[in-house]
Nanobody, 123 residues
Framework: QVQLVESGGGLVQAGDSLRLSCEFS????????MGWFRKAPGKEREFVAG????????MYRDSVKGRFTISRDNAKNTMSLQMNSLKVADTAVYYC????????????????WGRGTQVTVSS
């Protein structure tokens, strides 16, 4: 079974940067689309960014465009989320997600999840 483990979360100040990492195992990374979701206190889980199995297509929610960059290294079975110019509103538990590759919206149909890593942005 696919297993995902996030790392890299922490406490930072607004305007700082942070890089999250996700380790993939239990399958061939190049067979899966991957993405990042987050859940803030009192809010529903929301899509943050997604990346196609080849790495040649990405998608971001509007609020992080220009600040976050998703990438992957299939040879190393890893995926990353570079977060710059962090805002207090980015505070959440961030989850790594995966789905078997498909030609559909990268925001949808993820069925494998990591346990999350906390990102806290203070003012």
């Amino acid at each position: 079974q696919v297993q995902l483990v996030e790392s890299g979360g922490g406490l930072v100040q607004a305007g700082d940067s942070l890089r999250l990492s996700c380790e993939f195992s239990g399958g061939t990374a190049s067979s899966y689309d991957m993405g990042w979701f987050r859940k803030a206190p009192g809010k529903e889980r929301e899509f943050v960014a997604g990346i196609r199995w080849t790495g040649d297509a990405t998608m971001y929610r509007d609020s992080v465009k220009g600040r976050f960059t998703i990438s992957r290294d299939n040879a190393k079975n890893t995926m990353s989320l570079q977060m710059n110019s962090l805002k207090v509103a980015d505070t959440a538990v961030y989850y790594c997600a995966a789905r078997l590759k498909m030609l559909l919206d990268l925001r949808l149909y993820y069925n494998s999840w990591g346990r999350g890593t906390q990102v806290t942005v203070s003012s």
